[in-house]
């Protein structure tokens, strides 16, 4: 049963039970918003692009003080619900809601009768939220399990590709591709230090960028921008605001403003204590980074520390040969 026909049962349950006109399903958006996901009513006036935000309204006070909130004679509330559309919630008397564990929403039922609703009703009430908190926790899981094999099989891939492709430059166009196609994200980007440590270069992108046209292999100063910050200070750098607009140009510092990106993600590789590469991750929309992403990005740069040091290794040892 999908996420959407098990809500709507629910809810005709709530309905039934409380002998309710309406009863309503908000979940966690983005940010301190939460979306209406279902409903079901004995009208058809129900705003189903509604929006809650927390602290703002009836609906919001519940969720920001994590508390049920029971009004028996709704003519007496100057506060507003914010499901109805206009004219409509003026034949409600009486309302009941209570929080979702953790913030994850809020769960409310209401009536034409006043004084319907009693400290037994919302107990009641409070074990449907509670039937809602485990539905969303099992689902949860079954998708972060689904996410961690994706993300398996893409670094299985990874693990693969320096038998397939010895040279470096095809290495990093498959390695580059396949981590776009395993997270979604839009651009991935490969940048280096030069030996001396003074300076990076972009090594490798993904794909082409608007605002890098042409600053492949260019030289940047070792303090510049957000990939310039983790070379100096050997730490990951990652933003994702849903309001935050960063242009491709504060990558690297320069004043060409360029496309712009609201999830950026910058990764260390470090080898022999000092951080020889940077992998870029870009997106157009927010993305969250959830705990098996997250675990991705941590396998990945450990493998490609190692790998990394076996090429340094390598070279050094071919460096020397050369040099007797």
């Known amino acids: 049963m999908n996420p959407p026909s098990f809500y709507e049962c629910l809810l005709k349950c709530v309905s039934s039970v409380f002998e309710g006109y309406t009863s309503v399903l908000y979940l966690k958006d983005a940010g301190s918003q939460y979306r209406m996901v279902s409903y079901f009513s004995l009208g058809d006036n129900v705003d189903k692009t509604s929006i809650v935000v927390e602290g703002k309204g009836i609906l919001g006070w519940i969720l920001k003080n994590k508390k049920a909130l029971v009004i028996n004679d709704f003519s007496r509330e100057k506060r507003r619900l914010c499901y109805y559309l206009k004219g409509e919630e003026e034949r409600v008397k009486s309302f009941m809601g209570v929080p979702l564990k953790g913030r994850r929403g809020v769960l409310c039922v209401d009536s034409k009768k006043t004084f319907t609703f009693t400290p037994k009703d919302q ?13 969303l926790e099992e689902r949860d899981k079954v998708i972060n399990y689904s996410e961690t094999e994706k993300f398996y099989n893409g670094l299985k891939l990874i693990c693969s590709l320096k038998e397939k492709y010895p040279k470096w430059d095809e290495y990093l166009k498959n390695m580059l591709e396949i981590l776009c196609l395993y997270t979604g994200f839009l651009y991935c980007i490969f940048a280096t230090r ?19 046209e042409g600053y492949r292999g260019k030289k940047f100063r070792i303090n510049s921008g957000l990939v310039g910050w983790v070379f100096k200070n050997h730490k990951a750098i990652i933003l994702s605001d849903d309001q935050d607009q960063r242009p491709v140009g504060s990558l690297v510092g320069t004043s060409n403003k360029g496309e712009k990106f609201k999830t950026i993600v910058c990764l260390p590789i470090i080898v022999n204590l000092k951080t020889r590469g940077v992998l870029v991750f870009l997106d157009r929309e927010k993305r969250t980074i959830t705990q098996p992403l997250s675990e991705f990005f941590h396998l990945l740069i450990n493998h490609l520390s190692l790998f990394l040091e076996n090429l340094y290794l390598k070279n050094k040892l071919r460096n020397r040969k050369k040099g007797r």
């Not at 107990?123 to 539905?135: G, P, R, T, W």
Request: net charge negative; glycine share 10%.
């Open 123 to 135: 107990k009641i009430l409070s074990q449907f939220a509670e039937l809602i908190s485990v539905f």
């Open 194 to 212: 030069d030996e001396r440590g003074e300076g990076y270069h972009l090594e490798k992108m993904s794909d082409i960028i608007a605002g890098l």
